[in-house]
Structure formats: C-alpha cells, structure tokens
T-cell receptor, first 116, second 114 residues
Framework: NAGVTQTPKFQVLKTGQSMTLQCAQDMNHNSMYWYRQDPGMGLRLIYYSASEGTTDKGEVPNGYNVSRLNKREFSLRLESAAPSQTSVYFC???????????????FGSGTRLTVV | QKEVEQNSGPLSVPEGAIASLNCTYSDRVSQSFFWYRQYSGKSPELIMSIYSNGDKEDGRFTAQLNKASQYVSLLIRDSQPSDSATYLCAGTPYSGAGSYQLTFGKGTKLSVIP
C-alpha cells in the first residue's frame, strides 16, 4: 500500500544509547518531516527536509540529527538518548495517498520510544 | 497568542447530533488550514483542508474558514460513535505548492455518546 512507513514501531532505550528511526515514503513527495507528540504538548516539529539534499531545524531539534538519504527516505537519529526524549515520533510527507492536491501531510504509523 | 489554539475538550455530543470543533490562529499561520483526526494510539489522518473564506463540504464534514475573525471550524453532521477521536487543527503561512511546515493545535477530544 502506498504511504509512509516507519520502523521500528516500538523501542526501549537506556539513557545514553543511540538509535536511528527510519522513514520511507513511496508517493514521490519532495518534502518530509519528523514530529514528536507528547501528552498536553501536541505535535512539535523536530526537523524537516524540503527536498532531497536539504534539511532544516524545526521547533525542537536539540538532541536529534537527520539524514535525507534519497527522495524516499528520511531518518532521525538520537545520538545519546535522554528520558526527555521519551515520546511518540511521527514521520510525515506532504501530499495525499489518494493523489488529491490538497497539500496536507501523510503520516506514518509512529514509533513509540521509551528512554529509561 | 499561540499560533494555533484549540479547546482541549473533551467535547461530548449524542449520536446523530452535530459536533462543532473550533480553532483560532495567529497571523503567522494564516493561509492554509487542515483538520486531522487521530484515534487513540494511531497516527493523524487528514480529513479536510481549506484555503479560502467560507465553507467546504465533504460528506458529513464541513470546514469553515473566517479570515477576518481568524478562526477555522469543523462541523461533523450526524455524529457517530466512530467519530470519537482527537481532532487536530493545523495551519501554515503558505498556500499552494512549495515546502512548508504545519503548525498544529493541541487537539480537541470528541466523544460521541450512543
């Protein structure tokens, strides 16, 4: 099925460990995004990539790095995980699975990360 | 003023009624607006987009935009228990093609009571 695929779906890390969250989309979208969602805080933008080869910081970039590997893939790396990074992470790309030109985001299913 | 504000709810409506969800926004996100539905434990799903003043209808959903008053709303007619979810309002300063970031409100939780 067309859409945005995130891996892993769940992860538990110890403080100080590193990991990479993977995201891939098959809708030929140029723009991709990483958000985190926390209770009472809503969705907050971590990093985004307007097109292949470019990345920019969002609202809460500290503690994260990203790589736009190619047009399909956009990864998020936690170099030294902290308990404050416990959250649900969503990757998104701009567009619609139905092909309608509504310029909204399509989200992946999310990664639930716990840092202990 | 926060860029996109929503009442967190919960908003409870009886089955078959009209649910009205509201969102206000600042000048920085004043061009394009989107409504997302998010079921518990799931990812947000785009249900409506609106760019121009007035109403836009899609099935049981109607989005309303009033740029003079800086608010956008979502009406759900004939509400069903399956509509119970958190509804996220999002805005952007850009319209049309080109990259942009959406700014989200914190969401309104809707419960439809059978």
């Amino acid at each position: 099925n067309a859409g945005v695929t995130q891996t892993p779906k769940f992860q538990v890390l110890k403080t100080g460990q590193s990991m990479t969250l993977q995201c891939a989309q098959d809708m030929n979208h140029n723009s991709m995004y990483w958000y985190r969602q926390d209770p009472g805080m809503g969705l907050r933008l971590i990093y985004y990539s307007a097109s292949e080869g470019t990345t920019d910081k969002g609202e809460v970039p500290n503690g994260y790095n990203v790589s736009r590997l190619n047009k399909r893939e956009f990864s998020l790396r936690l170099e030294s995980a902290a308990p404050s990074q416990t959250s649900v992470y969503f990757c998104a790309s701009r567009g619609s699975p139905s092909g309608k030109a509504n310029y909204g985001y399509t989200f992946g299913s999310g990664t639930r990360l716990t840092v202990v | 003023q926060k860029e996109v504000e929503q009442n967190s709810g919960p908003l409870s409506v009886p089955e078959g009624a009209i649910a009205s969800l509201n969102c206000t926004y600042s000048d920085r996100v004043s061009q394009s607006f989107f409504w997302y539905r998010q079921y518990s434990g799931k990812s947000p799903e785009l249900i409506m987009s609106i760019y121009s003043n007035g109403d836009k209808e899609d099935g049981r959903f109607t989005a309303q935009l009033n740029k003079a008053s800086q608010y956008v709303s979502l009406l759900i007619r004939d509400s069903q228990p399956s509509d119970s979810a958190t509804y996220l309002c999002a805005g952007t300063p850009y319209s049309g093609a080109g990259s942009y970031q959406l700014t989200f409100g914190k969401g309104t939780k809707l419960s439809v009571i059978p």
